[in-house]
């Protein structure tokens, strides 16, 4: 058997979001079918493996950054990855189950990654992080309900503390304490009692736990498999099947018709008076985070009024409401007709409001990249899903993305849907790609003309430098000015407009009939008449297209084709 760390440490950390990540992965589609409490809409399991594929991620920058430093580099330390970990999850949180697991992360981290923190943790160590963990969580929510993943989780805590020995017997101890209570959830809430199913949000919890078990012990924990936990209460097994279509079975009709996420810089204070707001606004309240930074959630029908709230509290961002529709979440359990898939859908990621908007008009799924925030693998493998189509054209729209957006072909290929991956390197590209799509035509040949509009579209983006660093061009300030092209700095300007039009210059010398402009907020008025000028006046029968972007990463995208 392979060695197994008997602390917990920066690389028990690593390995446990990992193993936490695959088993979520494994168990979603049978969480979200057990999803009635607090809104039926079927996305608990979803929802945790967005948040732990956010964590998880965060880690691995953390390692990522540490290898780089050299072969003297001793690597990143306990605190160092908890809060990767507790801070990745705060960021990526979806939905009330992300958004609580996110603070028994985050609980977590406090104890392990505090002034004094060890290296590693022993079993008592563990122990207190567990149980800080479900004390905060349940702080976090507005009004605590039993029978929830909040149950399950101080459950958890209560086993561990009483456990005694190494981590690997402190985590067994929660984990079987977490999957007895897990169990007797629906005896503690009448609507999972109705329905026939344990909490889904506890259901996922218990999977966290699994994977902290093997990571620690080297052994999958009983009871365990690919579906997940085979779960009883008084000998009898609770189903985990879709709920049933009782009319009273899951919740009551008339609920609020929105969920309300965001991330808001604040200070606590601020944070203190936007929950007794967002309170008496809604419900499924949950405010997590800290040291000036939250996640928000709630279940309001004035959508508006929330988000107003968080910008009188501070600076409210990365803001997503989802309407539950009439009939469907707060529709007291109806069976909900199956949809018919749509022969074809494209599916692309965008950098700004603006081209989310553009995109959509011609018919794509849009998923939006805001700067500094790339999708994850599974927020791609969701709008793929949302598409609800037969085949799908995915277009990543940056080299960078084009793992992630592999990673999530790869994942929705496994559930009977045919993908074809575009190699799109620039929102430009996409639009290019788009305008030659053709549903009606075999998948083949429209994946065919697509990437051949793409591969034809050369592209370039002008940007202000954030520090100092080498470029293909030379040495760059900070607020310099950048021209991209093809990915590679090739002007550096101190005038935006003067630079834009040195790079335009550039990709023109080599022919082209098109010119497709981006326009990032962040550009001077004029930028667009310039080159357009410089476009009627210099390249005969060239045409020129503008495009407002919105807030995206570069002041200006340039497309040739």
Do not use: K
């Amino acid at each position: 058997m392979p060695q197994v760390p008997q602390t917990f440490d920066a690389l028990a950390v690593r390995a446990w979001c990992g193993l936490a990540l695959d088993a979520l992965g494994r168990a979603r589609e049978e969480i979200d079918a057990i999803n009635v409490y607090p809104v039926a809409d079927g996305d608990t399991g979803t929802n945790l493996y967005l948040t732990m594929e956010s964590a998880a991620t965060a880690v691995e920058a953390v390692f990522a950054g540490h290898e780089a430093g050299g072969g003297g580099d001793p690597g990143p330390t306990l605190a160092d990855a908890v809060r990767a970990m507790a801070h990745g999850a705060l960021i990526g949180a979806r939905g009330n189950s992300g958004t609580i697991l996110a603070q028994l992360l985050r609980g977590m981290a406090q104890v392990l990654a505090g002034a004094d923190a060890p290296a590693y943790a022993d079993g008592t160590g563990l122990g207190l992080a567990l149980r800080h963990a479900a004390d905060s969580a349940r702080q976090a929510v507005a009004h605590p309900v039993e029978g929830t993943v909040l149950t399950v989780a101080s459950a958890a805590a209560d086993a561990a503390g009483d456990a005694g020995g190494d981590c690997g017997a402190v985590a067994r101890a929660a984990y079987e304490g977490a999957r007895t209570a897990l169990a007797e959830t629906p005896d503690r809430l009448d609507v999972l009692r109705q329905a026939g199913v344990v909490d889904a949000g506890g259901r996922g919890l218990v999977t966290v736990l699994a994977a902290l078990v093997e990571t620690l012990t080297g052994e999958t924990p009983r009871g365990t498999a690919a579906r997940g936990p085979g779960l009883h209460a008084r000998g009898g097994a609770h189903t985990v099947a879709a709920p049933c279509a009782d009319d009273d079975a899951v919740a009551g009709p008339g609920g609020p018709a929105f969920e309300v996420i965001y991330l808001l810089e604040a200070e606590d204070a601020a944070v203190a008076r936007l929950r007794e707001r967002l309170d008496a606004l809604g419900d499924s309240l949950v405010v997590v985070g800290g040291d000036g930074l939250w996640n928000v959630h709630v279940h309001v029908d004035d959508a508006g009024a929330a988000v107003e709230a968080g910008v009188e509290a501070g600076r409210p961002y990365r803001i997503r409401i989802t309407h539950f529709g009439d009939g469907d979440a707060h529709a007291a359990g109806a069976e909900r007709a199956p949809v018919e898939r749509v022969q074809r859908a494209v599916v692309a990621v965008v950098p700004g409001e603006g081209l989310a908007g553009l995109y959509t008009e011609a018919g794509a799924t849009a998923v939006l990249a805001r700067p500094g925030e790339p999708p994850a693998s599974g927020e791609l493998v969701q709008a793929v899903r949302r598409a609800h189509a037969r085949e799908v054209v995915l277009l990543p729209n940056d080299a960078e993305l084009r793992h992630t957006a592999a990673a999530a072909a790869e994942q929705v290929r496994a559930e009977g849907v045919r993908v074809a991956l575009i190699p799109t390197r620039s929102a430009v590209q996409g639009i290019a790609a788009l305008a030659v799509h053709e549903p009606e035509r075999r998948f083949d040949e429209d994946v065919v003309a697509m990437t051949s509009a793409a591969g034809a579209t050369r592209y370039a983006e002008v940007t202000v430098a954030e520090r100092q660093s080498w470029t293909m061009a030379g040495i760059c300030q900070a607020g310099d000015v950048l021209g991209l092209v093809d990915g590679d700095v090739a002007v550096i300007g101190q005038d935006l407009t003067e630079t834009a039009l040195a790079v335009l210059d550039r990709m023109l010398a080599a022919g082209g009939e098109l010119v497709t402009l981006v326009v990032g907020d962040g550009a001077p008025e004029s930028v667009a008449e310039r080159l357009e000028a410089r476009v009627r006046e210099g390249y005969l029968a060239v045409d020129t297209v503008v495009y407002h972007g919105g807030r995206q990463g570069s002041v200006l995208l340039i497309g040739v084709e």
